[in-house]
């Protein structure tokens, strides 16, 4: 099965300030991942001289894409054809995104339906400024069993279309993750220790 040092660890910087994130680059941890605009943009400013691997792993409403869609490195929450036209009219470059899927069919939670997953990938291939990955879920608060089935299926259908990257796993179920061939986790509580180990303070 993967370790942790087999994939790519993008830290959930959400968790941390500026100083603790320099820290972090210092150490060699330099994919950092915010899920909120504001903080992304004031963290982004500050951090420029940084070589710093940015992805937005938070769901990126349409109105505030343009704000950071040529910023991002990589974008984990990919969910709409109207966010994929944004993306097309405002980025210079292709961007790398994951698409974000709801294997878990909860009502409250973003991403494609997985029936209309196929479709939906046809229609991004016409986008030049979008670079598909792979895709993304979550799992199922609190409930194994659910995240279980839900990266099975996401893992399943990433090896069916072929994608080459899959992004799945927090701190809480990144084990489970790793177990279906997972190459990107985001992680916070583990990178708490990393700095608590380098006299880091919290």
């Known amino acids: 099965m993967k370790t942790l040092s087999d994939v790519t660890i993008v830290c959930a910087s959400k968790y941390f300030d500026t100083d603790q994130m320099i820290k972090l680059v210092q150490l060699g941890y330099k994919d950092m991942g915010e899920n909120r605009v504001d903080v992304f943009l004031n963290k982004f400013e500050q951090l420029k001289e940084y070589p710093i691997k940015w992805h937005f792993i938070g769901h990126l409403q349409r109105n505030k894409a ?16 109207e966010l994929a036209k944004t993306i097309q009219s405002l980025r210079e470059s292709p961007l790398e995104v994951f698409i974000q899927i709801n294997a878990t ?17 046809e229609e991004l291939k016409k986008y030049d400024k979008i670079k598909v990955l792979g895709l993304m879920t979550m799992g199922k608060f609190d409930d194994f069993e659910g995240t279980k089935k839900a990266f099975e299926i996401t893992s399943n259908l990433n ?17 489970l993750a790793l177990s279906f061939h997972t190459t990107h986790v985001r992680l916070g509580r583990y990178f708490k220790s990393i700095l608590e180990e380098s006299h880091g303070t919290f």
């Open 66 to 81: 343009k704000q950071v869609i040529d910023k991002i490195d990589v974008l984990h929450s990919l969910d709409s054809l």
């Open 105 to 121: 069919e909860e009502s409250q939670k973003y991403g494609v339906d997985v029936k209309n997953l196929s479709s939906f990938y």
């Open 159 to 175: 090896q069916d279309m072929q994608l080459k990257f899959l992004s799945m796993g927090m701190s809480d179920d990144y084990e």
